[in-house]
């Protein structure tokens, strides 16, 4: 792994206390991430979920998109998931759904991994 890679992940196990932050090298600088267990919010039947997504190694020029959630995620009210939520994927051999929330314009400086997990996680408590 790039040590800018290295250096995301160490920040977002810094961010993220109380989960467990992995990451597999994906063989070209970058990293696949997960961090199980962050709160997605009170709307959806398991308020917790494992988040996926690949830091690749123009990182940080790159943007860490898409994100992944449990492949079983349901809205308590039963309403189906919002825009931006796609099911039928997998990722890291899990059942998945794919988050999409691409920075169109991004700004290495101020959107770095961890910003943007941080960002698709509030718009996942927002929906």
Known sequence: ??????????????????ATVTARDDGQGGAYVIVDAPGIGTAYVTSTSWVGFRITFQYPYADTYPHF???DLARC??????????AGHTFEERP???VSRRSNHLDP????ALIKLQKVLEWLRNR
Do not use: H, N, W, Y
Not at 1 to 18: L, N, S, T, Y
Not at 109 to 112: D, H, L
């Open 1 to 18: 792994m790039k040590p800018e890679v290295e250096g995301a992940i160490a920040e977002i196990r810094a961010a993220f206390p109380d």
């Open 69 to 71: 959630v449990r492949g």
């Open 77 to 86: 009210d039963r309403s189906p998931l919002c825009e931006g939520l796609s």
């Open 96 to 98: 998945a759904i794919q």
């Open 109 to 112: 400086r101020t959107e770095t």
